[in-house]
């Protein structure tokens, strides 16, 4: 239905920018059926420069029939299958393409929790290995109609605006993608002389520590479409409050209206406008879920509007998001939980200040100190 020539454009950025295959690697490719026709060009990709393709189709259907009949026993059960692939394989490519957004709506959040807290070492793995290099991966998304209609798009429409913020509508993505990185890493080295942030604004008065921190230039290299920089905050340095913008989503499930007021590091009040008797399941998983994972700033400017999909919304140029839970140790950080909830805050009515000094405002780095 729309141009083949994105879709082959995608795979080859994805193979031979994203996660780069070398001839002799092992690549797990996982999507739903609906995105059939880029397994076809990943296949092709991968197999061209050596590398050997794994192919694993998924269905939303079959996941909400395991949490509806599975006990708790079966909820803890990490099958040995999966921890062997994630110790092992070279490098993954994962793509979102669902075909039901809401497809655990009537599931207990308590099993999703049981659930996501018995696949933790499984997460722990993925961090390690892709903090020390052995592990390529990347996560990007294709247009599917389910994904289109949870966007507020019709399908056609949402589909351009996958490909564009892809930068696959360009007739060579990979050098957009190379520029897109130079101008992230002077921001990234901005950010690692600071010691403290302080973002200001309506509903907004937080202090975040950063020193010793490493900022990560994401490029395109782990998340296609990228288009961030991010970093681990010290543990227990967050003081304040912070109102997020935008629907917070995890596994298919809406919490509009966050506000969390975190002391010590720890989220001590969280509310809601909807959804906060979920939020604060969630917030119970672990000891780390109220704890601060992620700082980052979203640089993408080709993504202007609010999907749904937080591949897209951590992006959106203008914006930071503060994630709860697990921290990427390549970061520096030590917050260890099941879960990484992205929570996005639109930041063009608002300022942030390093060490005192003005560096961010209406949604921009200010352009004479980078």
């Known amino acids: 239905m729309f141009a083949s020539l994105y879709v082959s454009r995608l795979a080859k950025l994805l193979v031979n920018y994203s996660v780069h295959l070398k001839r002799g690697e092992e690549v797990l490719y996982r999507s739903s059926y609906e995105a059939l026709p880029l397994a076809v060009e990943v296949v092709k990709a991968a197999v061209s420069v050596g590398a050997y393709p794994l192919v694993w189709f998924g269905d939303e259907v079959l996941q909400e029939v395991l949490y509806k009949h599975a006990d708790e026993d079966l909820l803890k059960h990490v099958p040995g299958v999966e921890r062997y692939i994630m110790e092992n394989i070279d490098a993954t490519i994962r793509v979102v393409s669902s075909t039901h957004t809401k497809h655990l709506a009537s599931i207990d959040p308590a099993k999703i929790r049981v659930a996501s807290a018995a696949r933790r070492e499984l997460t722990e793995i993925f961090m390690k290995r892709s903090a020390e290099g052995s592990l390529k991966w990347v996560v990007t998304a294709y247009p ?4 289109a209609q949870e966007a507020g798009m019709s399908y056609m429409e949402y589909a351009d605006f996958v490909f564009k913020a892809l930068k696959v509508d360009q007739e060579d993505p990979i050098n957009a993608w190379v520029t897109q990185a130079e101008m992230q890493e002077k921001i990234a080295k901005l950010l690692s002389k600071v010691s403290e942030l302080h973002f200001t604004g309506p509903d907004l008065d937080l202090r975040i520590r950063v020193d010793g921190r490493t900022w990560v230039n994401d490029d395109g290299k782990h998340n296609m479409p990228g288009g ?3 970093t681990a905050p010290i543990e227990d340095s967050a003081e304040g409050h912070i109102k997020y913008t935008y629907p917070a989503v995890w596994r298919g499930k809406e919490v509009e209206g966050v506000k969390l007021t975190f002391r010590r590091g720890v989220v001590v009040e969280a509310r809601a406008e909807k959804g906060e008797e979920f939020l604060r399941k969630m917030l119970e998983t672990d000891e780390g879920a ?3 994972g992620e700082l980052a700033f979203g640089l993408n400017y080709d993504i202007t509007r609010f999907t749904k999909s937080i591949l897209f919304d951590e992006k959106i140029g203008g914006t930071i998001h503060i994630a709860l839970g697990a921290a990427y140790p390549e ?14 805050r639109d930041m063009r009515n608002s300022k942030v200040y390093a060490d005192g000094d003005l560096i961010y405002e209406n ?7 980078i």
Do not use: Q
């Open 144 to 147: 599917t109609k389910a994904l």
């Open 228 to 230: 961030e920089v991010f």
């Open 290 to 292: 109220k704890r601060i």
């Open 331 to 344: 970061c520096g950080g030590k917050n260890k939980s099941a879960i990484h909830w992205d929570m996005v």
């Open 363 to 369: 949604g921009k780095f200010i352009k004479s100190i």
